[in-house]
């Protein structure tokens, strides 16, 4: 049994460092990108909102923490699976005894690793400039895998399935839009329409939002735990989607 788990540990691990072995030389542009976009996002949506208070400001610092470590993960999955795609990486995968599930969680957990200092940032700008009390709870690292997961899982389908490099990038960044705009992260429940709160339900974004505001303004209880449980259920979903639907080998 050790062996066994030394063993997974050993495939994740070497898949990983894979990954980042593949942005040592463009991870600083990816950094500061990725703290441009939404850093500014948050400046923006908060000189246009109007109404400052406590509910608005701790949505728009965290809904660009969950568009940080979730869509843009999402996107840089897809992109990186396409690119495999086109230049027959995968089929290089495919002749490796490695499940599909382990190549996605070592691509995300990659992305994840040069996103997660723009989500640290944006909690101390919270704290500097919105003048938020936010509370940084180490549950926050439980969060950030389990909210990314299951969309870098999308993310990896659309990039296998799509016919080009292009088509990828472009199905991808519509789903973007289409799950930021029905999940509730930047906006209050009160103010979206019923029917985009309703659709909302079903999207691990908007427990990933919630999760995450809850962590940060330490409020824990009941409606956390079913955040979390409920992202474990996409998280579940994802793993036996990829592992018997996505295709890695080129027809």
Known sequence: MAASIRHTGGVFWSLFLIQLANW????PATVINGLLVPVTAMFFLKSVSGDSNHLNDT????GNIVVSLIFTTMYG???????????GVLDY?????????????????????LTL???????VLGQVFFGLNLIFNPLFFLIVPLASFSLSAVGAFVGVSAVNFDTSNTITGILQFVLLGFSNVLV???RAPVFMNVIGHFLPSTYAADALRR?????FGSAFWLDIGFLLIFDLAAMVFVARKMEWRRA
């Not at 040592?24 to 991870?27: E, G, I, K, T, Y």
């Not at 995968?93 to 690793?113: I, S």
């Open 188 to 190: 209050p429940e009160e």
């Open 215 to 219: 962590s940060l303004t330490n409020s």
């Open 117 to 123: 200092p723009t989500a640290l940032l944006t909690i």
């Open 77 to 87: 999955t897809s992109a990186r699976f396409s690119f495999m795609r086109t230049f």
């Open 59 to 62: 949505f728009i610092i965290c």
């Open 93 to 113: 995968y495919a002749t490796l005894p490695v499940p599909k599930v382990f190549l996605v969680l070592a691509v995300n957990a990659g992305f994840l690793v």
């Open 24 to 27: 040592r030389w463009s991870w």
